[in-house]
């Protein structure tokens, strides 16, 4: 993390936004995303990484809807109280790009990748280092934020190849074959 660059941390409690996922985003995720992702995908991965967990509201809201499998958190900050941690068999509190952090992750291979509101920062990052994740041949690596960089902004880069742009803040990467 760049010392002058802003986190962001989010100040929803928990149990709202675990009740917005369960009722609002993952309910909508296979119309969302024109069929690509679904929920059967997401609750059935073996390993998730959850790239800007937060609270760790995605790991508990797939929990409580059924998911056995188990979740891997990056963020560099750390919530105090009522948290959904419990729910990740491991819990790095640290920056995505620290790289350690990917030296841990480099030999693990991943169901899903997943990255929900991340800071710009974090997408782009994501998106230029989406090779340094091991994702399953049926796996997906997938960005949803509300500040999706887009294609055009990089004309002679392939980071984008292999990837299903639904709209401009959702985009999901397919294992290239």
Do not use: W
């Amino acid at each position: 993390m760049i010392e002058s660059e802003p986190t962001f941390c989010d100040h929803v409690p928990i149990e709202k936004r675990t009740k917005d996922l369960k009722e609002f985003v993952l309910p909508d995720i296979e119309s969302a995303t024109n069929g690509v992702v679904s929920m059967q995908q997401l609750l059935g991965a073996r390993l998730t990484l959850d790239v800007g967990c937060g609270s760790g509201a995605y790991a508990k809201a797939l929990s409580e809807l059924g998911a056995k499998g188990k979740f891997i958190g990056v963020d560099p900050n750390e919530y105090t109280g009522n948290n959904g941690y419990d729910k990740y068999s491991e819990l790095l509190h640290s920056d995505i790009r620290n790289e350690e952090i990917l030296e841990r992750l480099r030999h693990l291979e991943f169901d899903i990748v997943i990255s929900i509101g991340a800071p710009p920062n974090i997408v782009e990052f994501l998106c230029h280092n989406r090779n340094k994740f091991r994702v399953t041949p049926e796996g997906l690596f997938v960005v949803i934020t509300d500040n999706f960089i887009k294609a055009e902004k990089y004309p002679d880069s392939n980071i984008f190849k292999g990837t299903v742009s639904i709209d401009e803040n959702i985009l999901i990467v397919r294992k290239e074959t």
